[in-house]
């Protein structure tokens, strides 16, 4: 049990780490967008110690912040089919995060994080091309 831990708290480091990376790149998109990026951070990681340590309230309350978030017009950079589909396949992740939180079932809970920071990268790389229009 106690390796099955320092396992998932190891992997949730690293998914911790891409999104730091993420945070840092998305950036040079919007110079005045730090401080909700930060916010993204600050709820992603909650997420991350609520699945170390299986607090359901901590997981949930993580994902309604991030499903909140992207809701916001700041999470809005461009306005692109690809984007836009990016974006509702981030916030369906995220409410299976929440949903698996609520129904504490702590694996369905980690399959749909890693959905979410799977989402958050491919996004990111999206942006980092600086896309004018889909293609």
């Known amino acids: 049990?106690?390796?099955?831990?320092l396992s998932a708290v190891a992997l949730f480091a690293v998914?911790?780490?891409?999104?730091?990376?993420g945070f840092q790149e998305i950036q040079e998109i919007q110079k005045d967008s730090k401080p909700f990026m930060k916010r993204k951070l600050d709820s992603s990681l909650?997420?991350?110690?609520?699945?170390a340590v299986e607090d359901y309230p901590k997981i949930a309350k993580g994902a309604q912040d991030l499903i909140l978030l992207s809701q916001e017009s700041g999470w809005n950079v461009i306005q692109t089919e690809s984007y836009l589909r990016m974006s509702r396949e981030f916030r369906e992740s995220t409410e299976r995060l929440r949903d698996s939180a609520d129904a504490k079932n702590i694996d369905a809970a980690t399959l749909a994080y890693f959905e979410v920071t799977l989402n958050c990268v491919r996004c990111h790389k999206y942006l980092r091309k600086k896309p004018e229009q889909d293609k």
């Open 46 to 51: 909650a997420l991350v110690e609520g699945l």
């Open 15 to 21: 998914a911790a780490g891409t999104l730091l990376s």
């Open 1 to 5: 049990m106690m390796m099955r831990t």
